[in-house]
């Protein structure tokens, strides 16, 4: 049971290294600028495998799981599927189900736990194997495998790494949990934390914050929802920036300015509460994205301007 790109290695490694007698995933989605409905990336993987595909709207109900007992399954394996699976579904197989969750549980419990590593400054996550039970990502634990988090990392690079690895997690360790040489180890309740899924709106730059936090914050919004602030009331997306501490022109948050480095290298900077955020590529609403150098040669007011107003 799966989705998106992230749960892809998953399946693929499931078909290595078992019988996979069917694939659940959501509904076709519309996408594109036609609109065409198009399946998920877990789908297409499914049909070119020739594996059944059962698409429910929802599993809420006790009769939508009557093609997955039909299909008799051993053990259900879930990765981002994106619905809330209730017991009926989870005491279907013998085995029960098996979540592969991108982080170190119970640190991260939820929908986004890559970006809010990344935005919490979490020098390491990984793939956690976990028992399934009603809650949300609460139950026992079979095995985790960490990776550090790379000091330039966005949302985009983590999720491929943290995809690929639940694929290996998979082959090495199945066995073992199907087996039961490993056991399941309940998670510590008391040092859990929480990460919701991401609305768009929770893209906006704000610039009460540190530079360092800002920069986490974009990376941790890349590719999606994108991190933007407002120019002119336009948007403006922020696509690369990094955090200075050191050597910067007075001003105010938000304030942009040029800033001539020792070596004699002239950056533009938004000014935060704490550091400055040195600005590499932006987009304004219906542009390409450009460098922020050009931009400013096309847009020579953007110096001494305040975004977010």
């Known amino acids: 049971m799966g989705t998106p790109e992230f749960a892809v290695p998953s399946l693929q490694a499931l078909i290595a290294t078992q019988n996979v007698v069917g694939v659940v995933t959501q509904p076709d989605r519309p996408a594109g600028r036609g609109r065409q409905l198009r399946p998920s990336p877990v789908k297409e993987v499914a049909i070119a495998a020739g594996i059944p595909v059962y698409q429910p709207k929802s599993l809420r109900k006790e009769e939508t ?3 997955l007992q039909e299909w008799q399954p051993d053990l259900i394996v879930v990765a981002a599927f994106g619905q809330i699976l209730r017991a009926h579904v989870l ?14 549980l119970p640190r991260w419990r939820g929908a986004a736990p ?7 400054g979490d020098t390491e996550t990984g793939v956690t194997l976990m028992k399934m039970d009603v809650g949300l990502d609460t139950g026992p634990t079979y095995v985790q495998q960490a990776i550090p988090i790379r000091p330039r990392e966005t949302a985009a690079s983590l999720h491929d790494r943290l995809a690929d690895l639940g694929g290996q997690v998979l082959r090495t360790y199945l066995p073992d949990v199907i087996s039961g040489r490993l056991p ?4 510590d309740d008391n040092a859990f934390t929480y990460a919701p899924m991401i609305q768009k709106d929770e893209g906006t730059l704000r610039w009460g914050k540190t530079a360092v936090e800002l920069d986490r914050h974009i990376r ?3 590719p999606w929802p994108g991190a933007y602030t407002t120019w002119k009331g336009v948007q403006l997306k922020i696509l ?16 942009v300015v040029q800033r001539t480095s020792p070596n004699g290298q002239t950056s533009v900077l938004v000014l935060t509460v704490s550091g400055g955020l040195a600005l590499q590529t932006v987009q304004l609403a219906g542009k390409r994205a450009i460098a922020v150098q050009d931009f400013v040669r096309g847009q020579p007011d953007f110096i001494g301007s305040k975004l977010g107003e």
């Open 220 to 222: 941790a919004m890349t």
């Open 65 to 67: 799981a009557v093609p």
């Open 184 to 187: 399941a180890i309940p998670q």
């Open 114 to 120: 890559i970006q809010y590593a990344i935005m919490a």
């Open 240 to 255: 690369e920036a990094e955090p200075v501490l050191r050597d910067l022109p007075a001003g105010h948050p938000g304030e």
């Open 91 to 104: 005491d279907l197989p013998p085995l029960g189900c098996l979540n592969v969750h991108a982080s170190l």
